[in-house]
């Protein structure tokens, strides 16, 4: 079974500093990497998709990708009170038919 | 307004009965999915179409069943079969092209209790 791997958490940040979100995976032919973020009781919303090693940069957010490495990550800048929730990492399968394989999520707090 | 509507938010059953959970989307997407989320888990896989009047089986698909009559709809049931049928059910839909993006959007959720 391919996996996706996150550290469970809770991660805590002050507010203003920067957030590090870390996920590896175990299928070397993984094409797309996703971050969706999901506050309790709610249902997952992506925030950030990449496709090609490097980084990726949306507003506060940064996604980077090591395929060599099988590793992807998600950097929040300027942490705020309100980015608090649960990240996950989701992975495209192999098959070609457009399946997401999730890790189980890092919960963060940011305080004030 | 485009989105993915799911019904109920919140479902109670007792043990042994089927229940079916509605998910709509006016996304105009070919692919749809049904995943499951239980406490500090990942989302599992249940099913997924990805055109009408198909569906295959995912990680989870024992005690569930599907049917994908028009493009907009999805339901699934689950069955008196699902050993353990109390989870947070998730719906969502992708536009899959050639040469990746898979994004997947999902539906707001339904959270079922069977006792």
């Known amino acids: 079974q391919k996996e996706v791997e996150q550290n469970s958490g809770p991660l805590s940040v002050p507010e203003g500093a920067i957030a590090s979100l870390n996920c590896t995976y175990s299928d070397r032919v993984s094409q797309s990497f996703f971050w969706y973020r999901q506050y309790s009781g709610k249902s997952p919303e992506l925030i950030m998709s990449i496709y090609s090693n490097g980084d990726k940069e949306d507003g506060r957010f940064t996604a980077q990708l090591n395929k060599a490495s099988q590793y992807v990550s998600l950097l929040i800048r300027d942490s705020q009170p309100s980015d608090s929730a649960t990240y996950l990492c989701a992975v495209s399968g192999s098959g070609g038919y457009n399946k997401l394989i999730f890790g189980a999520g890092t919960r963060l707090a940011v305080h004030p | 307004d485009g989105g993915i509507t799911q019904s109920p938010k919140y479902l109670f059953r007792k043990e042994g009965q089927n229940v079916t959970l509605s998910c709509e989307q006016n996304l105009n997407h070919d692919a749809m999915y049904w995943y499951r989320q239980d406490p500090g888990q990942g989302l599992r896989l249940i099913y997924y179409?990805?055109?009408?009047?198909?569906?295959q089986k995912g990680d989870i698909a024992e005690g569930y069943s599907v049917s994908r009559e028009k493009k907009e709809s999805f339901p699934l049931t689950v069955t008196s079969a699902q050993k353990n049928p109390t989870a947070f059910y998730l719906c969502a839909s992708s536009d899959p092209r050639e040469g990746g993006s898979y994004e997947q959007y999902f539906g707001p959720g339904t959270r079922l209790t069977v006792t």
């Open positions: 179409s990805q055109i009408v009047n198909d569906f």
